[in-house]
């Protein structure tokens, strides 16, 4: 084997970082005499932390900085929560390997009540997902929701600070950070349909390396990819950026896949919701299915007003 090194953008967030620390250990015991090494940097989305994210706007706002990084040669890779993966790559850089999936559920996270349906009248909740926000105010439209931002660790303390009852976030990224002994509760996929690659991490490579594209090879997770592909597809099909009131998720029944679907409204008036079942092979076709047959009951429109609104 020629190649001697791999070199990892990453985010600073220790999110990102045990991301990154995975994906070089798992490259390094795979690949001996292989030295992988991480290069962290701030992203435009790490710096601008007190607007709502929906405001901020623009696409990938936590991954350019990492794919110039690649295009220009100082990096080889890039590792993201497939979660905040934008749907276009820039020429000559791709998607090109899905590790499994860890825990794709929300995780309830509380210092004082169990579940969701323990929370007492106008309690308040904190997170600034439009997808959490939506599914939230369905189920109880007397909750306050108030915006949460920051990384893992921050949003943690702001609980703990009593600015909220309660706050919503991944299981994945609390179990990566050994913080599951916060997680109160799960919010099941019925309550809380998670967002499409929740709980799963991708690599972006730089595609006319062969070489590095074979060494990347050892974590594909074909099983996920068919349903983060499924998922992606989906959300791609109703143009959602990463911040909308979009649910995707897909589970595997043997070969067949099993997607579901949901659009809603922020304030929780209105959720659009569909499923559909097919071969896995088919996973991008499915995911293009459901995103029709959401438009066709006026997702389309329920989106144009959350971006007329950002
Ligand atoms: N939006 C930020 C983000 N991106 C990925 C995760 C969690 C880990 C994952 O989904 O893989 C989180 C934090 C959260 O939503 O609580």
């Known amino acids: 084997m020629a190649r001697k090194e791999i070199r990892i ?98 995780a309830f996270v509380s210092n004082n009540y169990k579940t969701l349906d323990e929370l007492p009248q106008g309690a308040i909740v904190g997170t600034s997902s439009l997808r959490r926000q939506c599914q939230l105010r369905e189920l109880r439209p007397d909750l306050k929701i108030h915006d949460l931002r920051g990384n893992v660790n921050t949003r943690l303390r702001k609980l703990d600070d009593g600015e909220y009852d309660a706050i919503i976030l991944a299981a994945a990224g609390l179990k990566r950070l050994e913080f599951d002994h916060r997680i109160t509760s799960f919010i099941e996929s019925e309550q809380s349909l998670p967002a499409n690659g929740q709980g799963a991490v991708g690599i972006e490579a ?70 559909v079942r097919g071969n896995k092979a088919d996973a991008e076709k499915l995911g293009i299915e459901l995103a029709e047959m959401l438009l066709s009951a006026g997702a389309g429109e329920i989106l144009k007003e959350v971006y007329g609104e950002a």
């Open 206 to 275: 730089r595609l006319d390396d062969a070489e590095l594209l074979e060494l990347l090879s050892v974590l594909e997770h074909q099983e996920t990819r068919a349903r983060v592909i499924a998922e992606r597809a989906m959300n791609t099909h109703l143009e959602g950026g990463c911040q909308v009131p979009i649910g995707a998720y897909a589970e595997l029944e043997g070969d067949q896949l099993w997607l579901r679907g949901l659009v809603g409204k922020p304030d929780g008036s209105v959720l659009l919701r569909n499923e």
């Open 9 to 106: 953008a990453t985010r600073k967030s220790p999110l990102a970082m045990w991301q990154a620390e995975f994906v070089k250990a798992e490259l390094e015991k795979a690949h001996p005499g292989l030295e992988v090494i991480l290069l962290p940097m701030s992203t435009k989305g790490d710096i601008i932390l007190d607007t709502p994210l929906a405001k901020v706007g623009g696409k990938g706002l936590f991954v350019k900085e990492l794919e110039v990084a690649m295009l220009e040669g100082r990096a080889d890779i890039a590792v993201h929560s497939m979660k905040d993966v934008p749907v276009d790559f820039p020429e000559g850089l791709g998607l090109t390997t899905i590790c499994e999936r860890e825990d794709p559920r929300d």
